[in-house]
Every structure is written in C-alpha cells, then in structure tokens.
C-alpha cells in the first residue's frame, strides 16, 4: 500500500489520521448522553462542535486513504481531492460554529444542569488536541501534506476552543447559580463559534489562493 507514493503521503500521516478519528469518536457520543443530565449552552454548542469536527477528520482520512492506495492517480488528480478535502473542513467549520452562535443566542436556562461529564471531556479533550496540534504541525512541516496541513489548523483551533469551553463549564461546576456563570456560559459558546467560522472561513480562502495557483501552473 505505501510502496512508491509520495514522500507527503507516509504511513505516520495514515496513523495519525486513524488515530485522530478513534480517539474523536467517542467525544459526540459521550456528550450526547450528557446532554440528559446537563443543558449548559457551551456544553450542547461543544456537541455540535465535536460532531461536525469528527466528519471533517472523517473527510480526510478517506481521502488520505484513497490517495495511499491509488498509486495510479496523477498529481492534479491528487490536488483536487486535497482542495475538496480542505474545502469540505473549512466549511464544516464554519456551519457548525454559525450553529453555535444561534444556540448561544436563542438558548438560555438557568439550571444548568450536571455538567461535569461535558467539563471532563473538554479537559481531556484539550489535551489531546495539543497533543495532535503539534504532531499535525510538525509533520506539515516536514513534508508539506495539504490534508495534514489542514489538520494541524483544525487541532489548533480545536485546542483554543476546548480551553474556552473548558474554562466556562468549570465557572458552571463552581457557581452553577450564579448569574456570573451564566453569562461566562454565554459568553464562553460565542466566542467558541466566532472561532471556529473564523477559522473555517480562513482555511477556505486559503485553499482557494492555492486552487488559483495551482491553476496557473498547471496553465504553463
């Protein structure tokens, strides 16, 4: 499977995107079932986060893996299922934290609810994300996959995001009546949604320069 490809495209690259989407698995899952026993803003708009988050790693493992096992595919072929894969992450970024921003404004409660398992999971969370930030970063660097590229600025968007999600559940957990908290909760899932449409939005018209220049290599 990985004789004669592309240095970009190496079997750490496959394992780190497998690796990605085990461990992200588990995440919409769990808060989900959450969702029973706590209704915090941050803690549905972080559900809709993980869930749209887990579809685009999801996006790019397949095309990761169609690429790896296609030895046939001509580089311009490859570059278009890159540009599909990375536009299809910035959008998807950008739709659910337009979601986000909706279910921050419409969507109050004073109780709360349990919240520790959502807390608990954007701790962990947040660490795996560094985790997979700096791995994707590096490995970017090493090689200059798009798709690892574009992952590396999910995970770092995705780490930014868990601290904020992390730092309003846990005003919840500790005044979970106080009208402090509900507004560090408010405040907590809009800045988590700006982020994330920042973010997507960023990703799509970078991918978009690089489709023009592609464009106008491949004209020459």
């Given at each position: 499977m990985w004789d004669n490809r592309r240095e970009r495209y190496s079997k750490d690259?496959?394992?780190?995107?497998?690796?990605?989407?085990?461990?992200?698995?588990?995440?919409?899952?769990?808060?989900?079932?959450?969702?029973?026993?706590?209704?915090?803003?941050?803690q549905i708009a972080d559900f809709v986060r993980r869930s749209a988050?887990?579809?685009?790693?999801?996006?790019s493992f397949i095309t990761y893996v169609r690429v790896t096992r296609h030895p046939e595919y001509e580089d311009l072929r490859i570059d278009e299922m890159e540009r599909r894969a990375n536009s299809l992450v910035g959008f998807i970024m950008c739709l659910s934290g337009s979601?986000?921003?909706?279910?921050?404004?419409?969507?109050?409660?004073?109780?709360?609810?349990?919240?520790?398992?959502?807390?608990?999971?954007?701790?962990?969370?947040?660490?795996?994300?560094?985790?997979?930030?700096?791995?994707?970063?590096t490995m970017y660097r090493k090689n200059?996959?798009?798709?690892?590229?574009?992952?590396?600025?999910?995970?770092?968007?995705?780490?930014?995001?868990?601290?904020?999600?992390t730092a309003s559940l846990?005003?919840?957990?500790?005044?979970?009546?106080?009208?402090?908290?509900?507004?560090?909760?408010?405040?907590?899932?809009?800045?988590?949604?700006?982020?994330?449409?920042?973010?997507g939005v960023k990703l799509v018209i970078a991918n978009r320069r690089r489709d023009d220049k592609l464009e106008d290599a491949y004209r020459r």
């Open positions: 690259g496959y394992k780190t995107l497998l690796a990605s989407v085990l461990l992200s698995s588990p995440g919409p899952i769990t808060l989900g079932i959450g969702l029973i026993f706590g209704h915090s803003s941050t988050e887990l579809m685009a790693i999801i996006v979601f986000m921003i909706i279910v921050a404004c419409f969507l109050t409660s004073r109780d709360k609810g349990n919240v520790i398992p959502a807390f608990v999971i954007a701790f962990l969370g947040l660490l795996v994300n560094i985790f997979f930030w700096i791995r994707y970063s200059g996959n798009e798709i690892l590229g574009a992952q590396g600025k999910l995970y770092g968007a995705k780490s930014l995001v868990d601290t904020c999600v846990l005003s919840v957990i500790l005044m979970p009546t106080s009208v402090v908290s509900s507004y560090l909760d408010r405040i907590g899932s809009i800045l988590v949604s700006a982020y994330l449409v920042y973010s």
